[in-house]
Structure formats: C-alpha cells, structure tokens
C-alpha cells in the first residue's frame, strides 16, 4: 500500500476512534442526566402526590395507591421515606420508567407510587445519536480527501527525495533534491532527509573525482618508465629470464593502459565512432583475437529465420560462417569498443570461469557464458570493483576487465547484465541498442 494511502487509512481510523469516544461520551452523559432528571421530577412528583391525597384524600398528578406494576424494591418503603426506583421494562407505550414511592401512613398502609416515563427523553437521545453519527460520517467524508491530499504532498516529495537518491545510486553524482522538491520553504523532516542526500551525494563526488584524478596521475607517471624498461628488455641477452622479464613489463604496460582507458572512461572523454558492421562476424573476431578456445554460436532472430547460423563451432569456423549472415544481422555501432568488450568477457570467463566458455549472438544481443562458480552476490549486488585481484573464487580477480567493459558498454549506449545462470556458471549479456 502506498504510504499517502496508509497515512490517510491512518487519519481516518483516528477519525472514527475520536468521532466513536465523542459520541459515547456523549450518548452516556445524556442518558444518565436523562435518568437524574427523571428522578427528581419522580420524587418531586411523590411529594405535591402525598400533599394533595393528605390534605383531601384524592390522588393527583398520576398517583396510584399500591399499583401492580410498582418494582418490588418499592413495595415496602420505610415510614414517611420517598424513595425511587429505575424499571425497564416496556410495556405498550410505556418505555424505561423512573417509579417515585412513599407511605402513606404508618407500617401495613398503601404505598403511594408515581411512575414518570422517560419514553420522550429516550426517543431524543436517539434522535441525538443518529445526528452525531450523521456529522461524523460528513466530518469523515470532507477529512479524508484532505488527509489524502496531505499525505500525498508528504509521499510525493519522499518519492521524489528516492528518486534522486536512486538516480545517486546509479552514478549520477550531479543529481540533487533541491529542485525535486521545488526548494520548499520550511524544516521539516523531509526537507532535512533531502539535505542529507544532497551533503552524501557531495561527499560523493569529491571522493570520487579524487579517486578518478589519482587513478589517471598515476597512470599518466607510469607510461613514461614503463615504456623505458620496454625498450630497456631489448638490450638484455636471449634467455629464460629475458623472456620472463619482458612478459612482466609487458603485463604492466597493460595494466597501464587499461588505467589510462578507465581514467577517460570516468571523464567521458569516449565517443562513439558508429558503422554498420555484421554483429556477428565482429563478434566472432574479437573471440578469435583472445586466441582461447571459445565456442561461438549466432541463433537466428525472429526476423533472420532465412539466414544461415553457426551453433557451438570453434571461433575460427565461427568466424567464417559469420561472414555469410548479411544485413540482416548488422548493426550500427562502434566495432572497436565492441571488439574490447566481449574480448574482456571472454578473458575473464577463461581466467575465473571453468570451460566450456559459450559465446552466442542472437539479433542484438551477445551472451557470455562460462561454467564455473559463477559471480559472486556481492558483485552482482554493486557491480566490479577495480584492483579486487585473488585467484581462489570466482570474481576475486576480475581486476580490471569488467569494469572496463561496463564503461565501454555505457560510451555504446548498450545494456551488459552479469548474472548467474541457474545450473551454475557465469552469464554476461550484452543487449545493443537499436
């Protein structure tokens, strides 16, 4: 349930409880001053009753002499003692009644009783009740849309507070509350989440830009020695060590190279240089580049039933058959970036993955698939970070690789999604956009 609705539910049920105490409190308050009165126009009654019948004999004002009807706790007063009793019984047009006794005499004479109905009262006390339930129920029907309306201001400017902070999650860092919320006046406690959104979303981007600017200072730093102990290998005499040597630098000089390219990933200093190119057969490539053994396989489209598809052949033979699926399988896009992107899929399949490795194009969309341990949650949670190196579970040493391809990804303007597949293995999908 929505929280506006929960809040108006809320102001509702507040509602009905005041209204329902209210009316009960009344209710009770009137019935009981109902009975006083009526006992005191009993008593009053009994007493001008005994006066009249003293003095001349005669029964006034609705006396009766020992009545039938009288309740048995007045059937044998005290001498000279006026006395009241509450009935509630119904009988025809008599309702609840209020009996008023007396003696008239000494001990064995007639008890003189006045019975005062309290029918009239009674009917207007419900007559009351049925009034205040009525206002209630209109007081509730105009309350409800405001407490609505209300609660709906409070949920719209939270949801909007989520947003922001959502649009922040997802590395928007230049995201902010302040217009979302139109810079309402006032400090209230959503006003206050959403300065504290605000101030994390500037610690943020500090650190991060700090980071991003650390990360290309040293990159930048360590082009120029690389490349000198590069060129310093070649001067070294032929040999085990002159080989072992040269593959290290070799390896740094990559890890170099990918800072640099992560460092403009971050500045967005990437575009696009877009052609139209057989999905296929790129993807088919930059899997031959890798120079692993990779299975590659294209799966017909709904809308390229008539072309010819290649399913688990080696990447070599895959490449070849590619070649064949024409326009119907081409997209328009960056077929460099394309290239880096599954061969950093391919690679970290291979390097924290177990084989088969599967690489399988259908219309847009490129799946990597291996069939080891698979990512784990907390990479799937928040996504590749860099430098995380380990060999002894999958993802401990995915480096670099991903998070580079996840930048090349978004400079495409395509979806890649790292996920697990259900029988085990890791799958990354890459969806081209049209």
Same mark, same amino acid.
């Given at each position: 349930?929505?929280?506006?609705?929960?809040?108006?539910?809320?102001?509702?049920?507040?509602?009905?409880?005041?209204?329902?105490?209210?009316?009960?409190?009344?209710?009770?308050?009137?019935?009981?001053?109902?009975?006083?009165?009526?006992?005191?126009? #009993?008593?009053?009654?009994?007493?001008? $009753?005994?006066?009249?019948?003293?003095?001349?004999?005669?029964?006034?004002?609705?006396?009766?002499?020992?009545?039938?009807?009288?309740?048995?706790?007045?059937?044998?007063? $005290?001498?000279?003692?006026?006395?009241?009793?509450?009935?509630?019984?119904?009988?025809?047009?008599?309702?609840?009644?209020?009996?008023?006794? *007396?003696?008239?005499?000494?001990?064995?004479?007639?008890?003189?009783?006045?019975?005062?109905?309290?029918?009239? *009262?009674?009917?207007?006390?419900?007559?009351?009740? &049925?009034?205040?339930?009525?206002?209630?129920?209109?007081?509730? $029907?105009?309350?409800?849309?405001?407490?609505?309306?209300?609660? %709906?201001?409070? #949920?719209?400017?939270?949801?909007?507070? &989520?947003?922001? #902070?959502?649009?922040?999650?997802?590395?928007?860092?230049?995201?902010?509350?302040?217009?979302?919320?139109? @810079?309402?006046?006032?400090? =209230?406690?959503? /006003?206050?989440?959403?300065? /504290?959104?605000?101030?994390?979303?500037?610690?943020?981007?500090?650190?991060?830009?700090?980071?991003? *600017?650390?990360?290309?200072?040293?990159? @930048?730093?360590?082009? /120029?020695?690389?490349?000198?102990?590069?060129?310093?290998?070649?001067?070294?005499?032929?040999?085990?060590?002159?080989?072992?040597?040269?593959?290290?630098?070799?390896?740094?000089?990559?890890l170099v190279e990918d800072l640099l390219e992560i460092s403009r990933l971050d500045a967005g200093a990437e575009a696009p240089v877009r052609a139209r190119v057989p999905l296929a057969a790129v993807v088919a490539e930059a899997v031959a580049r890798t120079g692993l053994d990779t299975e590659v396989g294209?799966?017909? #489209?709904?809308?390229?039933?008539?072309?010819?598809?290649?399913? @688990?052949?080696?990447?070599?033979?895959?490449? +070849?058959?590619?070649?064949?699926?024409?326009?119907?399988?081409?997209?328009?896009?960056?077929?460099?970036?394309? +290239?880096?992107?599954?061969?950093?899929?391919?690679?970290?399949?291979?390097?924290?993955?177990?084989?088969?490795?599967?690489? /399988?194009? +259908?219309?847009?969309?490129?799946?990597?698939? =291996?069939?080891?341990? %698979?990512?784990?949650?907390?990479?799937?949670?928040?996504?590749?970070?860099?430098?995380?190196?380990?060999?002894?579970?999958?993802?401990?040493?995915?480096?670099?690789?991903?998070?580079?391809?996840?930048? *090349? $990804?978004?400079?495409?303007? &395509?979806?890649?999604?790292?996920?697990?597949?259900?029988?085990?293995?890791?799958?990354?999908?890459?969806?081209?956009?049209?």
């Amino acid at each position: 349930m929505p929280l506006r609705w929960k809040i108006a539910a809320l102001a509702a049920a507040t509602a009905c409880l005041v209204a329902l105490a209210v009316g009960l409190l009344v209710h009770v308050w009137t019935a009981m001053d109902i009975r006083s009165r009526a006992e005191m126009e #009993a008593t009053n009654t009994v007493y001008s $009753a005994m006066d009249v019948y003293r003095r001349t004999g005669t029964l006034a004002g609705g006396a009766e002499l020992d009545p039938a009807e009288l309740p048995t706790a007045l059937r044998h007063p $005290a001498d000279g003692d006026r006395r009241v009793a509450y009935d509630g019984r119904v009988e025809g047009n008599l309702g609840p009644s209020v009996w008023g006794a *007396q003696r008239v005499g000494g001990a064995g004479s007639p008890v003189l009783a006045v019975r005062i109905n309290m029918s009239p *009262q009674l009917h207007d006390l419900r007559r009351l009740d &049925a009034s205040m339930a009525v206002a209630s129920l209109l007081s509730l $029907a105009a309350a409800l849309p405001l407490a609505v309306y209300g609660a %709906g201001l409070v #949920a719209r400017r939270l949801r909007r507070v &989520a947003e922001t #902070a959502a649009r922040i999650s997802a590395g928007d860092l230049d995201a902010r509350t302040g217009p979302a919320l139109g @810079h309402a006046r006032g400090r =209230d406690e959503v /006003t206050a989440i959403a300065a /504290t959104v605000d101030l994390m979303a500037d610690s943020l981007g500090r650190r991060l830009r700090i980071e991003r *600017q650390f990360t290309a200072d040293v990159a @930048h730093e360590l082009r /120029t020695p690389v490349g000198g102990l590069l060129a310093a290998t070649d001067l070294l005499p032929a040999g085990e060590t002159e080989d072992l040597l040269r593959s290290r630098v070799r390896d740094l000089r990559g890890l170099v190279e990918d800072l640099l390219e992560i460092s403009r990933l971050d500045a967005g200093a990437e575009a696009p240089v877009r052609a139209r190119v057989p999905l296929a057969a790129v993807v088919a490539e930059a899997v031959a580049r890798t120079g692993l053994d990779t299975e590659v396989g294209v799966t017909e #489209a709904p809308d390229a039933a008539h072309a010819p598809h290649a399913a @688990h052949a080696p990447a070599v033979e895959a490449l +070849e058959t590619a070649k064949t699926v024409d326009t119907v399988d081409t997209v328009e896009t960056d077929p460099r970036r394309l +290239e880096r992107i599954v061969g950093n899929l391919v690679i970290n399949a291979h390097r924290h993955g177990r084989t088969p490795v599967r690489v /399988t194009v +259908e219309g847009r969309t490129v799946v990597v698939r =291996d069939h080891g341990p %698979g990512f784990p949650a907390d990479l799937l949670l928040d996504g590749p970070r860099r430098f995380r190196t380990g060999a002894t579970e999958r993802g401990a040493g995915h480096g670099l690789g991903l998070t580079i391809a996840l930048g *090349q $990804a978004r400079v495409l303007g &395509a979806e890649l999604r790292l996920d697990n597949a259900p029988d085990g293995g890791a799958v990354a999908t890459l969806r081209l956009p049209r």
